[in-house]
């Protein structure tokens, strides 16, 4: 893959260990920066591009387990790499999202592949988040009827269903329907289903009468 359309973060508090992973991936095409530190590496300004972080468990000043759980902005996936690796350490890692946890001396090809896992999980996240993102501001054009129709039409109701429900005509319940799947650029019914899914709009069912 292209070096320029994503980066490889390394933290690891041993130079030399940094600098002969910098060497190694670059022989791959990967385009690398290192940091000594997690204190470095957050204050680092990130390109917006898929990104892979192969990070040391134990650093000088914090745990890499507890940088993975830092939130506030997507992290990267993270290749953990450690020199003494242990069972309740590595499943805490991979339970709270970690693509693989390394013990050292590395592996080239555990740790190639890893990073490559990583960086392709990064692009699909990135991709749905961006999805979802462009959802999210289609459904910012609905009026408030049209946001109070929308649950109705994608729960299977019928027309005459969801316009009793409003107390509307089925009229008007169908020009409403319609602004909504132009809105939301939905070409079928299905499709609106599927965006309604994704939003996670809930599910409404109409009042027994």
Do not use: W
Not at 8 to 17: A, N, P
Not at 52 to 68: F, H, I, K, W
Not at 142 to 170: D, F, H, M, Y
């Amino acid at each position: 893959m292209p070096a320029q359309d994503h980066t490889v973060f390394v933290v690891d508090d041993d130079q030399g260990i940094r600098e002969a992973l910098t060497d190694l991936l670059s022989t791959f095409d990967l385009n690398v920066v290192a940091f000594g530190s997690a204190a470095e590496y957050i204050a680092y300004p990130k390109p917006d591009l898929p990104a892979c972080l192969v990070l040391d468990v134990e650093l000088p000043d914090a745990n890499g387990l507890d940088l993975q759980r830092q939130t506030g902005q997507p992290q990267p996936h993270i290749v953990f790499i450690t020199g003494r690796g242990d069972i309740p350490t590595s499943v805490r890692a991979m339970k709270a999202g970690a693509v693989d946890f390394l013990t050292k001396p590395l592996k080239e090809s555990d740790l190639v592949r890893a990073i490559h896992a990583a960086l392709t999980q990064d692009r699909i996240a990135r991709r749905d988040r961006a999805e979802l993102a462009e959802l999210q501001r289609r459904l910012s054009r609905l009026t408030p009827r049209e946001r109070e129709v929308l649950p109705l039409v994608v729960s299977g109701l019928l027309n005459k269903q969801s316009a009793a429900e409003l107390g509307i005509s089925e009229v008007t319940l169908q020009i409403h329907r319609g602004k909504i799947m132009k809105k939301l650029e939905a070409d079928s019914l299905a499709e609106l289903v599927r965006m309604a899914v994704r939003l996670e709009i809930p599910l409404r069912h109409a009042r027994q009468h």
